[in-house]
């Protein structure tokens, strides 16, 4: 098992390249099962996902070119219409191949989830949508088996917000036949890049970035060109770590119109912020001060910068209030930063968090993605050493951190 050590105590100073957003990543490259032709991506993120997706769509008989940041797939061999349990489990977002199967092939085998530590995680949005749009689908053995000659358009609304049920959903639509709405559809910027390439390919989609998205089925879809949009939660995550240490930072190849309430917030604690064109530069100088969050879908505060925010927080000048409503677990964290020194009480899906003059570097333990990124932040503020151990979790989402880290300064570094 892998560690990261980081020497706390040194504000994070200089310039660093956002990466290709994993979240937009993980259903574009399922978009390759939608076509015979090849479909070429850039800025591709090196991250442990990406690599788990590719590995998914290979065993199906994709064909994927992988360069420097990018990754050319062809779906012209599809000749197995699986996803396999061991690959499924450890990675949810597989299920996004699930719609595209269904709408090119008329048929597939997709794992369950199941749980992962953030929640349960249910995936019932995605199938019912499938079912409306005609497929027949059995649940048995823990795989969900899904069969339909040729999909039809229908008028799906979600009665919870899903990010990857909308996904799922607008790739089975491109390919049916007839006209799909869907209603109540998650706005994320993802899924407007995941439109974006869709429409490159002959998709008609339109109302993607609104919770109405309406997509006429075509025929076939051909191959295209597709640019990963940046990292939101990357550029937000190194945007916290750089308040948290009272730093001065610049993101470069980001995008500021994609992180408004991440922005806003950071300013109430304090930050100088100033964004143009593709780069956002953070300035913070002090102790910051808390902000109450309340996490809900896009274009509210996201779910997935929460528990950074809960690193700066800990240290702020004052008590916070945080509410998390979209995951029923998503406070993992919080019994690592006590370990730091952090004063927080939780009660159901609300922290509450007040502020102390310092935390005192300790062993800690990730427990998955973003709870991995918060404990760097508090490794990165709090005085002396912080271990942290499975990083597994992080190396999933954040394309080589620790010399990302160390290029703006900070004192971090591995051990096998
Ligand atoms: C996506 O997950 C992201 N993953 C998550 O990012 C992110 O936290 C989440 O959206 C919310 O923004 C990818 O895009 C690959 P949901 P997703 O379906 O689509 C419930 C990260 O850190 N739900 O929007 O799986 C669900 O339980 C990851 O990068 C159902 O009940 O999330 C949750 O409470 C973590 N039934 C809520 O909806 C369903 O069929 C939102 O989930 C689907 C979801």
Known sequence: MQKLAIQGGTPLRG????SGAKNAALPIMCAGLLTS????????????????????????????AVEQGAVTLCGAKVDKLEAPYDMVKTMRAAVLVLG?????????????????????????????????????????????????????????????????????????????????????????????????????????????????????????????????????IESGTFLVAAAATGGSI??????????????????????????????????????????????????AFPTDMQAQFMALNAVAQGSAMVVETIFENRFMHVQELRRLGAQIDIEGNTCMVRGVGHLEGAAVMATDLRASACLVIAGLVAQGETVIDRIYHLDRGYEHIEAKLSQLGANIRRIK
């Open 100 to 232: 595209p199967l269904v709408a090119r092939f008329g048929e597939a085998r997709v794992s369950l989830p199941g749980g992962c530590a953030i929640g349960s995680r249910p995936v019932d949005l995605h199938i019912k949508g499938l079912q409306a749009m005609g497929a027949e689908i059995h649940i048995e053995h823990g795989y969900i088996h899904a069969q339909a000659k040729r999909l039809k358009g229908a008028r799906i609304f979600f009665d919870i917000v899903s990010v990857t049920g909308t996904e799922n959903l607008m790739m089975a639509a491109a390919l049916a036949d007839g006209v799909t709405v869907l209603e109540n559809a998650a706005r994320e910027p993802e899924v407007v890049d995941l439109a974006n390439c869709l429409r490159s390919m002959g998709a008609k989609i339109s109302g993607d970035g609104t919770d109405a998205i309406t997509v006429t089925g075509v025929e076939k879809l051909h191959g295209a060109s597709h640019r990963i949009m940046p990292d939101r």
């Open 15 to 18: 310039e660093v390249r956002i």
């Open 37 to 64: 032709d090849e479909l070429h991506l850039d800025n591709m993120p090196d991250l442990h996902d990406v690599a788990t997706m590719r590995k998914l769509l290979v065993q199906m008989g994709v064909a994927a």
């Open 250 to 299: 610049t993101l470069t190849d980001t995008r500021a119109d994609i992180l408004d309430t991440v922005l806003e917030k950071l300013t109430e604690a304090g930050a100088k912020i100033h964004a143009e064109g593709d780069r956002i530069h953070l300035e913070m100088n002090g102790r910051p001060r808390p902000v109450n969050l309340r996490t809900a879908p896009y274009p």
